[in-house]
């Protein structure tokens, strides 16, 4: 009988080695030790059948949702994706195995994996953020991340669950939107600035003719030339200034020359004031962008220099038009000025300078990245893509 018992446990595990958890020992009517393990076995059995259910169940929601999925270990590296980022990457299940999470990300997101572990700390947390993917050969995935940690029933970590919806849609959505305000803005801009250069420009200089004829006939009264005086210096400051807000609402060279011409001008007027050494450098190549782009990234860098006047001290400035492989073009600007702590900003929400900077770069498909800490200046990157401009 031993015997036979014996063999059931043989013929059990061979089944279940198969995957064959259905099959159930025959229990003797003896109900000795080895029935007893058999009745184990037939439990382990209906276990396993339950787990495996489980996990099919649960590789079948992995594969079938469309959204981005990544299992992270603690060390950065990919565990398991599902369909949607295979099929998108156009890589294989054993490739993404043990390959970095951030190399699936654009340059932005570089310190993804580590804002992850600093958000996920305490028990049962989840972080929320947008990233961005980016696949090879093709543009940028805008994603709302959802980040949780995963243990196993013991209760020990396992890594981490990344989803990424893709929101893409809504981003472009988005920013059309705010392309759309922006355009609205700097048309209003242009007008007024034409309206004041033909309207009260005109009169203005017409006045001022007419002052200067008047003075040829002086009169024998000293307050009356003393008058005409005041108000030709009044008349000529006036012009000037108009002069200034016309150039400050579009000036001429941006509109005729492009972002290189017009950012020229604009340094050109900086080193009168002999305040600030100013280096600048442009590509030859740096080509004529869309009129609007011209225009966003034209106000971007008068948001930096005025925010170094107001804020930074610095005594240097650097401002550099780069063209890059890939189809990108660069704004580089840096001041030797006393700098700030970014993170620390960001907090008080005392940052209005730096979120409409951010909101124009974004609007036109571009990323930046800011480097500045105390005593250290700052450092302005933007890139904006050539290939489908605006």
Known sequence: MPKKQLEEISNLLLAYSAGEYHVKGAISERVDELDMIISGINMLGEELIATNVSRDFFSSIFNSVSDYVFIVGEDGLLIDANETVLRTFSVSADSVKNRAFESFFSEDADNLFKLIQQKLVKPGAQFKTETTLLPAGSKLIYGSCTCTKLFDRFEKFNGYLVNIKDITEEKEKEN???????????????????????????????????????????????????????????????????REICFDLMPSALVKGGLTQGTKQLVERLRKQDQIEIEYTADSDFPRLNPDLEIATYRIVQEFINNMIKH??????????????????????????????????????DHRGLQNIQTKIKAYGGTCEMNTAPGKGTELVIHFPLKGEL
């Open 176 to 242: 059309l939107i705010l392309r759309t305000i922006i355009s609205t803005q700097q048309n209003e801009q242009r007008r007024v600035a034409d309206d004041l250069h033909d309207s009260l420009g005109q009169e203005l200089s017409m006045a001022q003719l007419m002052l200067a004829n008047l003075s040829k006939f002086t009169g024998k009264d000293q307050r009356f030339n003393t008058m005409v005086a005041t108000c030709t210096e009044i008349l000529e400051s006036s012009v000037k200034h108009l």
């Open 312 to 349: 930074a001290r610095a005594t240097k400035l650097s401002i550099q038009l780069l063209v890059l492989p890939q189809q990108l073009v660069a704004i580089r600007l840096k001041d030797n000025g006393r700098g700030f702590d970014l993170v620390k900003l960001k907090q008080t929400g």
